[in-house]
């Protein structure tokens, strides 16, 4: 081991076991505060790296206390994403120092995902793929497909890079399918590695196709950062099918979030791509500016890919032009150098990948086969049970459906004869019953029935606190008085109300019947389409459009 080697380990040490005697004081306003409190602090202020780092310091402080190796593993974590990047090494180290004390295979299979993360972002791939492949050897020992389909994720990436973009398709898809309804983000970045891959195949049309569709994905999951990055892939995707003035516009759009988010290495590849659509454009000065931005970040050590070193191409061409032997000398030795360093990392990774993951893979396929033979006598016994298990479930489901319909319309003929139900008030009880003075009991008693008679209710986004507000009173009051006088929580009572309200405009008005669900929510002013559907499910029994659609038959019959 190297004397560099050595002072990592034992700076990873210090952190992962000596954090506590750094002097670091936990402020009196944080003392005690359990750990699911401060994980709640923790995600709520995940924008301010330095509450996220002081609360996860007393979150490790907590875990050590308790000789809880999970907890600093995911103390550790928050750190490592509270912290500048040259110190994210350490927090891994960490991490996987207090995974490895679990002995949980499945933690340390994650944590080295994590170190592995971090050396991509550093530029050394070596190291990020030799971290996924100890965490691919951990994962066969556990059942764990989600830390199995990361790994094959981030396998994916490498070959990637390598070039087999084939392969990388399969592995991409393979994680696109599980992570769909699974996680939403793992899903999206699948499906932007596929994307990516059909570009590199020159199959622009589809390249389009994946982009336009994991931007609307995205927007539904609401990640719009990933917004971001099938824009950028676009991007690139519009400048290989020639179209560079829409190149230039979507990637020029998309900088500033990239600058913005520290993601330097997606900066540089489309600064690359702008300066190649205008070199195509013949705006030749334009070019060089953005070329000059790349070879100052290749300079700094970020991420070469093949397609970036030809920035160094356009480089020396540009001054050949020009008769400017020195700088054209200047950009032969920096492709030489970039050459070197890539030749080296496509070696590495290329020998790495092929020995210890596919050729894993292969092995696992041979068992495999070898297991389907004996599965294979297996099956022929199980598969009158399962016959009989699928005829029975088959009847099952069956009688289900009826017993379902059945009870439906029995709710529906239920709501269509019977008046909005109001829970009678209870008298009035003494003050020592619920600690209120009974003259503002009755004060609140007239104010709710007077809410109620001008349809206050309607009101979106009413609340407690605003109702307290309204009824110059106070929450405790309410909390107290409602759920005894209306036999149901403040929530609840609202929402019933707005219920009770758009039931009746659809029995009586037939112009409510065709209204849409975002339409009819607002009308009783639910904020949201999914918070009315919900809340009219919940009060009536059946879903909303089954009512609507059994008033527009009951509608019908009576013409």
Request: glycine share 4%; with cysteine; net charge positive.
């Amino acid at each position: 081991m190297c004397r560099k080697q050595i002072l990592i380990y034992i700076i990873s040490l210090y952190y992962s076991l000596g954090f506590s005697q750094t002097g670091f004081k936990i402020p009196d306003s944080l003392s005690g505060k359990n750990q699911n409190y401060l994980t709640d602090k923790i995600e709520e202020n995940l924008g301010n790296k330095a509450l996220v780092k002081t609360y996860s310091k007393i979150f490790l402080a907590e875990a050590k206390a308790n000789s809880d190796w999970k907890q600093m593993v995911k103390a550790y974590g928050y750190l490592l994403h509270s912290t500048e990047l040259t110190l994210k090494l350490y927090y891994a180290d960490s991490i996987v120092y207090s995974a490895r004390q679990s002995r949980d295979n499945s933690l340390l299979a994650a944590a080295y995902i994590t170190k592995g993360n971090v050396y991509y972002n550093l530029s050394d791939p070596k190291k990020a793929l030799d971290n996924y492949l100890l965490a691919d050897k951990l994962v066969d020992n556990t059942s764990d497909e989600y830390l199995s389909h990361k790994i094959k994720f981030h396998i994916g990436q490498t070959k990637f890079y390598l070039g087999f973009y084939d392969e990388a398709i399969a592995l991409f898809k393979d994680c696109m399918d599980y992570f769909l309804e699974v996680d939403d983000r793992p899903y999206l970045n699948s499906l932007h590695g596929l994307s990516l891959c059909y570009n590199r195949l020159h199959q622009y049309e589809k390249c389009s196709q994946l982009n336009a569709f994991g931007t609307s994905e995205a927007i539904v999951c609401e990640i719009d950062e990933m917004v971001v990055y099938f824009t950028h892939n676009e991007g690139v995707n519009q400048y290989f099918r020639k179209n560079y003035k829409e190149a230039i516009e979507k990637l020029s759009g998309v900088l500033p979030k990239l600058l913005e988010n520290k993601d330097l290495a997606n900066a540089t590849v489309a600064d690359f791509y702008i300066a190649k659509s205008y070199l195509a454009l013949k705006q030749t000065d334009l070019a060089m500016g953005f070329l000059n931005k790349v070879d100052r970040a290749l300079l700094n050590d970020r991420l070469v890919t093949p397609d970036l070193r030809e920035s160094f191409e356009l480089q020396i061409n540009y001054y050949k032009s020009v008769n400017n032997l020195e700088k054209q000398l200047l950009y032969i030795n920096r492709l030489l150098s970039i050459d070197k360093r890539l030749d080296s990392n496509y070696k590495y990774l290329s020998g790495r990948i092929f020995k210890e993951y596919d050729t894993k893979k292969l092995l696992q396929s041979k068992s495999a086969i070898e297991q389907s033979f004996v599965r294979e006598k297996q099956m022929k016994y199980l598969f009158v049970i399962i016959t009989i298990v699928l005829m029975l479930t088959i009847l099952f489901l069956v009688h289900r459906h009826f017993k379902i319909q059945k009870r439906n319309r029995q709710k529906f003929e239920e709501l269509m004869s019977k008046n909005p139900r109001r829970l009678p008030l209870k008298k009035p009880l003494s003050e020592e019953n619920l600690g209120i003075n009974p003259e503002v009991i009755e004060s609140i008693l007239q104010q709710l029935e007077k809410f109620e008679l001008e349809k206050k209710f309607l009101k979106q986004n009413l609340t407690q606190v605003k109702l307290a507000a309204m009824f110059k009173t106070n929450t405790t009051y309410l909390s107290k008085i409602i759920p005894y006088y209306k036999g149901k929580k403040t929530n609840d009572y609202l929402n019933d109300l707005k219920i009770e309200y758009i039931l009746e405009r659809l029995k009586t008005q037939s112009k409510y019947k065709n209204y849409t669900f975002k339409a009819l929510g607002e009308e009783a002013g639910f904020s949201t389409t999914q918070h009315f559907t919900k809340a009219f499910g919940s009060y009536t029994g059946i879903t909303l459009s089954y009512f609507i659609q059994e008033l527009k038959k009951k509608q019908n019959q009576a013409c």
